[in-house]
């Protein structure tokens, strides 16, 4: 399963940049995301929110499956 599929169906809300996943930091995403195993992943607090995500280079499946379809 797929960072991304992991983390919406935990209920951990997500959004994006293009590819770029962004993931809510929290208990719940801060295991799946050492689950992963991923690289190149940052935190950064939000300016709209003011809360802590991360940010998760290329992970957003929709805009790959988006792609493909073209």
């Known amino acids: 399963m797929s960072i991304y599929t992991e983390l ?4 951990v809300p ?5 590819s770029d996943l962004y993931a ?3 208990p719940i995403s ?5 689950a992963h195993g991923k690289a190149n992943i940052r935190s950064f607090i939000s300016a709209l929110d003011g809360e802590e995500w991360y940010e998760i280079p290329f992970s957003f499946d929709p805009f790959w499956e988006k792609r493909v379809k073209e």
């Open 30 to 34: 801060d295991a799946i995301i050492a």
């Open 14 to 18: 997500t959004d994006n940049h293009s």
């Open 24 to 26: 809510k930091k929290c």
């Open 8 to 11: 919406k169906e935990a209920g």
